[in-house]
């Protein structure tokens, strides 16, 4: 069983470090357009670029960030990650202490957390395949998403409760806090890492920034799953905002309700997750990619039917359900495909690269779904959403590949 198979003490560290920040970030989900919204009484304009503007900043530091992580050894940029993380969050109940809060620092520590994001990612997953064995691979990624989805499932409601009782910025102190707690479980983490074997010409070439999407496009089955994965996650989650539009100004739904409505399907995400191996094994990967990446995207549409009270509530929950068990059950093996297919010498460029495109078309996606639903309302946006994902299953890969270790772009020589 997934849950039972032994992984070894330095993976068991990394685990905790990513539980203690997974259910950090779960308790300050929503925090920061809560702030602006409560403390800095800030309108519609400025949240919305709280939630776009700063993501997409972070992209954009990301992206010359990729080289230095790819060539450094992991564990020290986690632990550098993690602490950048935990100064800025800082930032904020401090400066709420002493009255100095505003929003263009709220704004700035939005865009470093997103950057320090996609860094500590990525030098993550690097860490993970240097850790287990490729056998094992797999069992270690259904770990991490059991691990996300239960955080999504537990932490928001506990961190509504938190901010009731103790004030609008409790949360951000636990997020904060738990980004050290991660520090220290790496710092656990007691084995030997080898430094990144270059000539010391790799870093410093331009085209080092973009090795990473190199790999991407030039692998037929990584392209194919990169192209796919950006406009399902973009599509999904360009419909948060406006779902939070229809069920709570349109169609009355109390704000426990709403809440339950997304925490309660995050539970499916233990169920998929620990699907992972064993619906590998019986059918392969070439299968859950070809039909658990199709399930994951005939679901959305949904959404658009749904409708005031306790049937549109149950069909709000069904509909989440349904998505993240597909989602969680096939993010594992995406992830364990990318680690199989991609050189340890780019592992953390080609790692960004797929973070930073995801985020992008997230940003993009939301920013042009909120402008359709000005024009024609919530409801509408959200059917065309559901209606583009559905083309989306013909981006993903017709033939499996055997996964190698080819001498790609970028290799050092």
């Not at 392969?284 to 549109?312: C, K």
Request: include cysteine.
């Amino acid at each position: 069983m997934v849950g039972r198979r032994p992984l070894g003490r330095e993976f068991g560290w990394l685990w905790a470090a990513y539980a203690v920040s997974a259910y950090g970030s779960g308790l300050g989900f929503g925090a920061f357009p809560l702030i602006a919204v409560v403390v800095l009484h800030a309108g519609p304009a400025e949240v919305s670029a709280l939630s776009a503007v700063g993501p997409a900043m972070g992209v954009l530091i990301a992206v010359p960030l990729a080289p230095w992580v790819e060539f450094r050894r992991k564990r020290p940029v986690m632990i550098a990650m993690d602490l950048t993380r935990f100064a800025v969050m800082a930032t904020i109940p401090v400066a709420y202490a002493f009255g100095w809060l505003g929003f263009v620092q709220l704004l700035v520590v939005s865009a470093v957390v997103a950057a320090a994001k996609i860094a500590f990612n990525a030098a993550a997953g690097a860490c993970l395949k240097g850790l287990v064995r490729p056998d094992d691979l797999l069992v270690a990624n259904a770990r991490l998403e059991s691990t996300n989805w239960s955080s999504i499932a537990v932490g928001p409601p506990l961190g509504g409760a938190a901010i009731g009782l103790f004030g609008p910025v409790t949360t951000v102190v636990a997020d904060a806090l738990s980004y050290l707690f991660s520090a220290l479980g790496i710092t656990a983490m007691r084995g030997r890492e080898e430094a990144p074997r270059t000539t010391g010409k790799g870093s410093a070439r331009a085209g080092a920034l973009f090795d990473g999407w190199r790999h991407i496009m030039g692998h037929p089955g990584l392209r194919a799953l990169y192209l796919n994965n950006m406009l399902v996650a973009g599509l999904i989650m360009a419909t948060e905002p406006l779902l939070a539009v229809l069920l709570l100004r349109q169609l009355g739904f109390p704000p426990w309700q709403y809440g339950l409505a997304f925490a309660a399907p995050c539970l499916g995400g233990l169920i998929g997750s620990r699907l992972a191996r064993r619906v590998v094994a019986r059918y392969g990967r070439h299968a859950v990619f070809r039909t658990v990446g199709t399930l994951r995207a005939i679901w959305l549409v949904g959404l658009a039917f749904v409708r005031p009270g306790v049937v549109g509530l149950v069909t709000v929950i069904a509909v989440e359900l349904a998505i993240i068990i597909n989602m969680s059950l096939y993010t594992p093996v995406l992830a364990t495909y990318r680690l199989e297919h991609t050189p340890k010498h780019l592992l953390a460029r080609t790692l960004s690269a797929w973070s930073i495109g995801q985020q992008a078309a997230i940003a993009v996606l939301t920013a042009l779904g909120g402008l359709l639903a000005d024009a024609t309302g919530p409801r509408t946006a959200l059917t065309v959403a559901g209606l583009l994902i559905l083309a989306t299953p013909l981006l993903l890969p017709r033939h499996d590949h055997v996964a190698t270790e080819p001498e790609p772009v970028g290799s050092p020589s």
